[in-house]
């Protein structure tokens, strides 16, 4: 029996080595590949969405094309819904997601994140009408639409809303305007661009407070050298305005500050 323990305790070292390896290995197979794939949704204004030529855009699109131009390679992005993007980056379809992706205890147990890019306040937000919710408290026993492993759907759920499931912002929004939920949960910056777009939707902001999570880019755990020239390159954005520019760009302001 001891040696069957022992043999399975080098096995597992063994095991951890080659991951630990593999992982090493990403960084150096990115830069031979000249490219550094990305999952993001492509449907979440302003951060990563499209254009009116169709072209994919946004906050999070435009610093991870930077961060790539650091790296000394091209960025590629594969889209997919918020829901299966941690999933593809577990199926290696891509190398990090960079997609407004919290940093929370609960995922850096299973993966890896740079350093913070961008922190924002969560809004509750409500059609124009309802005057039954005007705080957080007040989702208790409301239908919240949510994506369902959001951070947003976790706070909902926090303060006893129901979640009805969605696959990202704009269909959140879309059921509170219909009024098949009552609320959603969501990032300030994204509600003040969908505003800015759609002036006329009757939708209000009647509760704030600060996110507890801001994002990251989230990579595979064990990939070290991938995360320690992701936070040079990050680093290196904002020093030289590039960081700014993007702001400005989507939000109006230089949000690093």
Do not use: C
Not at 146 to 156: K, V
Not at 196 to 220: D, F, H, M, T, Y
Not at 235 to 244: H, I, L, P, Q, R
């Amino acid at each position: 029996m001891k040696k069957i323990t022992l043999a399975l305790l080098a096995a597992g070292s063994l095991l951890g080595a080659a991951t630990q390896l593999q992982a090493a290995d990403n960084l150096a197979a990115i830069k031979a590949a000249g490219t550094i794939t990305f999952g993001t949704e492509g449907t979440y204004s302003p951060y990563t969405y499209h254009d009116s030529s169709d072209k994919l855009v946004g906050f999070d699109v435009d610093l991870g094309r930077a961060v790539a131009e650091k790296l000394g390679v091209k960025a590629k992005f594969i889209e997919g819904r918020w829901d299966g993007l941690i999933a593809g980056l577990d199926g290696k379809r891509y190398d990090a997601v960079i997609n407004q992706v919290g940093i929370t205890p609960e995922r850096q147990a299973k993966y890896a994140f740079s350093k913070p890019y961008i922190d924002s306040k969560v809004v509750l937000i409500t059609r124009e009408d309802n005057t039954t919710i005007k705080s957080f408290a007040d989702l208790k026993g409301q239908k919240s639409a949510q994506s369902l492993t959001s951070n947003y759907s976790q706070l909902a759920t926090k303060y006893g809303a129901d979640i009805v499931p969605t696959d990202g912002f704009n269909q959140s929004l879309d059921l509170v305007i219909s009024g098949r939920a009552a609320a959603t949960l969501n990032d300030n910056l994204s509600f003040l661009d969908f505003k800015k777009q759609k002036p006329n939707a009757k939708v209000k902001i009647v509760a704030s407070e600060k996110a507890n999570a801001p994002s990251g880019i989230l990579v595979r755990k064990g990939d070290s050298e991938l995360v320690d020239a992701l936070n040079k390159a990050l680093d290196e954005v904002k020093a030289d305005g590039t960081y700014k520019a993007i702001s400005i760009r989507y939000f109006n302001q230089d949000i690093s500050e």
